[in-house]
């Protein structure tokens, strides 16, 4: 598990906004804003926060299905943030996506068997009769079955077409998986059935997940660390259970404490933010989260940028007055 597949540098996602006559660029959205994250082979890497922070964004660039502005994107080693089509074409085998909404993803007109051979002619693996046993064993891998091939997906419910988008993401035996969201819109039994499935898969077939959430009880169960995003940068990284056990940055402790608890009478200390989620197209100066933490400190510190920090092996920590409550302990011990 230590050997590294992806290793994202200072990653910057900067969308120009355009207006007037013109159309000049008059503003930027700073959708991913330096983020840095690498990801072990066979391991799932949970990522969470509020919508609008970047995480979708985050996912798609490392799959260049959107260009980068600035940083670096290294898988299995190279730097693929400058590659070419040409250049990515062995690249789109190894890394697919699953995404929350099968049906904007699968092509209406097409048949189940129509959608999952597409892969396999796009590449020119195999002829008509090979395709159609890949496509009968993609299906009954992901549960559904050989009889789902003839069918259309908008026939099946929510739950059966996210099974269909996964067949056709691993249909090429890709090494990372980048799940955007891929339960978020499925009743919570479902949920459970398609994560165990993700799970299956990875233990079967080696997989990396980079699996993205808003909701951090679904990301408990299913990844071994968690990188918690806002506004485009990574405020916080560590073990999934270390992260629960020990939140350090507010923002963490706020999205933990808001995960509801089974036991209605159950002792829960809520933290609460101030204000909305500020905007990546004008982003506050120095650190974003500082005025909106529970933390009140001056405009003249938030004004400043966080470090960030590796406070203990694996665990890093967007380190700032605002962000950490015993942050002088903290600096006095770094
Ligand atoms: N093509 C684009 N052009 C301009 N701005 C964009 C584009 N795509 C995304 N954005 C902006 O980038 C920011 C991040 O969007 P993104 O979809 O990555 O967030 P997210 O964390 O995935 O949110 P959600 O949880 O709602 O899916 C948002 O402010 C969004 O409006
Ligand atoms: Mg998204």
Redesign the pocket.
């Known amino acids: 598990m230590s050997e590294k597949l992806l290793d994202v540098k200072d990653l910057k996602?900067h969308?120009p906004?355009r207006s007037g006559l013109f159309s000049r660029t008059v503003k930027h959205?700073k959708?991913?804003d330096g983020v840095s994250l690498s990801l072990k082979k066979g391991e799932t890497f949970g990522l969470v926060?509020?919508?609008?922070?970047?995480?979708?964004?985050?996912?798609?660039t490392i799959c260049r299905l959107?260009q980068p502005t600035a940083g670096e994107i290294h898988f299995q080693g190279a730097n693929i943030a400058g590659y070419d089509r040409k250049q990515m074409r062995p690249i789109r085998r190894d890394v697919q996506m699953v995404f929350?909404d099968p049906a904007e993803s699968l092509n209406a007109r097409h048949t189940v068997r129509e959608i999952l051979e597409e892969p396999f002619i796009i590449h020119g693996i195999g002829d008509a009769s090979a395709r159609r046993k890949k496509v009968d064993a993609l299906l009954d891998r992901v549960g559904l079955g050989k009889q789902a091939a003839g069918k259309y997906s908008f026939e099946f419910s929510g739950g059966q077409r996210q099974r269909i988008g996964i067949a056709r993401a691993i249909a090429l035996e890709p090494k990372l998986i980048i799940c955007?969201?891929p339960v978020s819109a499925l009743d919570v039994s479902v949920q459970s059935q398609i994560l165990n499935l993700l799970m299956e898969l990875q233990k079967d077939m080696g997989l990396t997940y980079l699996f993205?959430a808003?909701d951090l009880a679904v990301v408990k169960v299913i990844s071994d660390r968690i990188g918690v995003?806002y506004l485009?940068k990574m405020v916080e990284v560590a073990d999934g259970a270390e992260i629960f056990k020990n939140p350090i940055h507010e923002y963490t402790k706020a999205l933990i404490s808001a995960i509801p608890v089974p036991n209605p009478r159950a002792e829960k200390n809520r933290v609460m933010l101030r204000g909305d989620v500020p905007?990546?197209?004008d982003p506050p100066p120095g650190c974003a989260f500082a005025r909106r933490s529970p933390i009140k400190v001056s405009e003249e510190i938030a004004s400043q940028p966080g470090d960030y920090v590796e406070v203990s092996p694996g665990h890093w920590v967007e380190m700032h007055p605002a962000t950490v409550a015993d942050y002088d302990s903290y600096a006095a011990s770094s």
């Open positions: 996602v969308f906004l959205c959708a991913v926060g509020e919508s609008g922070c970047g995480k979708s964004t985050l996912g798609k959107i929350q955007d969201e993205i808003h995003m485009g905007s990546p197209i």
